[in-house]
């Protein structure tokens, strides 16, 4: 299957400062890239859809001031979490669509963010 | 996107054969079947999908019923790395997105 990567993997950060986590698609070039948050012991919760060269797309709920989506290239998509809370404190999800019909999402092994 | 209901937790023996239940009986005709499954404190993993056929690949075979409303996912000889929460997702072709449920915890013990 297709690689995705993501860094860092783990991120400790004072409460106030933000936060850069990267998305690469190391195999394939991903014109559409997911990020999703995971609370412990939920499921997986989607916050935005990211298209290469566009705006994000952010689901209901999730502020898009705060959590600033770029995709500037076809393998890189990069989430800043800005003024980061404690409540933000979450393990990080991206994943990229592959294939010819863009039919599978190949998921990064995840970003987990400690917000003191 | 249609619903999904799975057991919320299994049982199954190492080197035994695991069958991971998926019911959808509101699946439309354009939606496909997606596996995934997630080890813990890791991100998902892609398993298998399909539409009307019954699938197979090296890690597992899907198993989709006449009616489409109701799937089988079968890890032939699981091991104790196959431990972890699968989800079972429908998803329209073409439409990007997939809505993650709460999937069913298989443990595999020795």
């Known amino acids: 299957g297709a690689v995705v990567s993501q860094h860092p993997s783990r991120v400790i950060c004072k409460s106030g400062t933000s936060v850069k986590i990267e998305c690469r698609s190391l195999d394939f070039q991903a014109t559409t890239m997911f990020w999703y948050r995971q609370f412990p012991k939920k499921s997986l919760m989607l916050m935005a859809t990211s298209n290469e060269g566009s705006k994000a797309t952010y689901e209901q709920g999730v502020e898009k001031d705060k959590f600033l989506i770029n995709h500037a290239s076809l393998t890189l998509s990069t989430l800043t979490v800005t003024s980061a809370h404690p409540e933000d404190s979450s393990f990080y999800i991206c994943?990229?669509?592959?294939?010819?019909?863009?039919?599978?999402?190949?998921f990064g092994p995840g970003t987990r963010l400690l917000v003191l | 996107d249609a619903k999904t209901t799975q057991p919320p937790s299994m049982d199954c023996a190492e080197g035994r054969a695991a069958n991971l239940p998926c019911n959808h009986s509101t699946i439309s005709g354009n939606e496909y079947v997606y596996w995934y499954r997630q080890i813990h404190s890791q991100g998902p993993q892609y398993i298998i999908h399909g539409l009307k056929n019954n699938e197979t690949n090296e890690m597992a075979s899907l198993i989709i019923t006449e009616d489409r409303k109701s799937s089988t996912l079968i890890l032939p000889h699981a091991t104790l790395r196959d431990t972890a929460v699968y989800y079972c997702i429908v998803r329209v072709a073409g439409f990007q997105k997939l809505v993650f449920g709460t999937g069913t915890r298989l443990l595999v013990s020795p």
């Open positions: 994943s990229g669509l592959e294939g010819l019909a863009q039919e599978t999402q190949y």
